[in-house]
């Protein structure tokens, strides 16, 4: 079974960073595209940014400039560091990842973590 699992969210004031991870675990065969997405309360989930198998980015416009995605292939991980952070910027991140691997062997399945909380004061 493959699960994705999300860790760094947190509290943070204003002007602060964190760092997001988010780790592939189970029988995976390969993976292409990962992102994170978020979803503030009352708001539709967005994509924050992704990037693709090799590498190729790609950027919400409100975060460009403060937000950096990158990925482990080794690791089967995919960070997303956060900086000059705004209050806009609270809401629950999720990763989500294109896998090759537990049930689906022959074609990639969408996955979604459970989320991480990230809360910006001001």
């Known amino acids: 079974q493959v699960q994705l ?4 969210g947190g509290l943070v ?5 964190l760092r997001l991870s ?4 189970g029988m995976i065969f390969s993976i292409s595209a990962m992102g994170w997405y978020r979803q503030a309360p009352g708001k539709q989930r967005e994509l924050v940014a992704a990037i693709t198998g090799s590498g190729t980015t790609n950027y919400a416009d409100s975060v460009k400039g403060r937000f950096t995605i ?8 995919v960070y997303l560091q956060m900086k000059s952070l705004k209050p806009e910027d609270t ?4 990763c989500n990842a294109d896998i ?13 973590g459970q989320g991480t909380q990230v809360t910006v004061s001001s």
């Open 5 to 8: 699992v999300e860790s760094g």
């Open 91 to 94: 809401a629950v991140y999720y």
């Open 70 to 77: 990158s990925r482990d292939n080794a690791k089967n991980t």
């Open 22 to 25: 988010c780790a592939a675990s």
């Open 100 to 112: 090759t691997g537990g049930s689906s062997r022959f074609a990639p399945r969408n996955y979604w």
């Open 13 to 17: 004031q204003a002007g602060g960073s």
